[in-house]
């Protein structure tokens, strides 16, 4: 159901060899084999499916499991749960599906939708810390205003971010920071993609995120020069969790860029 992953190209390959992309459960056939994404699927989804008598192969990633896990959990333990992320993104849509009642943070002006006294709190897995940090506190701030909306009593937070797409933001910012112009490579829908892009922009202004190099145009480097003068550039690339080797080895092809 959706995209098995954010990468047109590896979704494209898959299709050629007999999968099939679908945006709901009512698009399955009954007794159908059926695929659940890395961003995983809403508790009403599967059972929906079951009743379909459907062959489930579950490959949601264990990471965003343990989200829909610790949010049903806390849920039973009286907690609003709240999820810091993109309320669009297929793997909080699935975490929110898996309670009865989360509110999702993506910005300070979602705060005042909590309305709580008892608050979980988890979050997408491929955010920044920075940006949970940031929403934390700002979530922790309303509340002492004792405002109605915002003011809560207790606030439980659960770090459920992914370890390895911190560890690749760091990489990523670390590279761009040495190099004259940063290549990012992955689709352009995937979260923990745009992350790493929107990351090494902040520290390098001659960052590109591209889905493939058959997106990459000379001109968009034409004129640039490196930190001494030099017309001969330094080039960096990191890629999104999804992007497959196949792709990022194109680059190291003589005429790539």
Known sequence: MGPI????????????????????????????????????????????????????????????KRVQQIAAQMEREGYKVVIVGDKNHPEVRAVVGCTKGAVVVGDES?????????????????????????????????????????????????????KEAIKRQQAAVELCRKVDIMFV???????????????????????????????FDIKQVFGFRAAGGSTSLTAGVTAGASTPQWIIGLCEKPGSY
């Open 110 to 162: 979602d705060i005042s939708k909590i309305g709580a006294v008892r608050l979980g709190i988890v979050c997408q897995t491929t955010q920044s810390p920075e940006f949970f940090g940031r929403m934390l506190a700002a979530i922790a701030g309303a509340g002492s205003t004792g405002s109605p909306q915002a003011g809560f009593d207790e606030m439980k937070v659960i770090n459920t971010l992914c």
């Open 185 to 215: 490579l992955g689709g352009l829908e995937s979260a923990n993609t745009r992350k790493l892009a929107e990351l090494c922009k902040k520290y390098n202004n001659k960052t590109f995120h591209l889905q493939s190099w058959d997106e």
């Open 5 to 64: 992953i954010h990468n047109p190209d590896v979704v494209e390959r898959l299709a050629k060899k007999g999968l099939i992309t679908v945006d709901s459960v009512e698009e399955i056939p009954a007794g159908a084999t059926v695929l659940i994404r890395s961003h995983g699927a809403a508790s009403e989804e599967i059972a929906h499916l079951k009743e379909k008598k459907a062959d489930i192969v579950d490959a949601t990633c264990v990471l965003v």
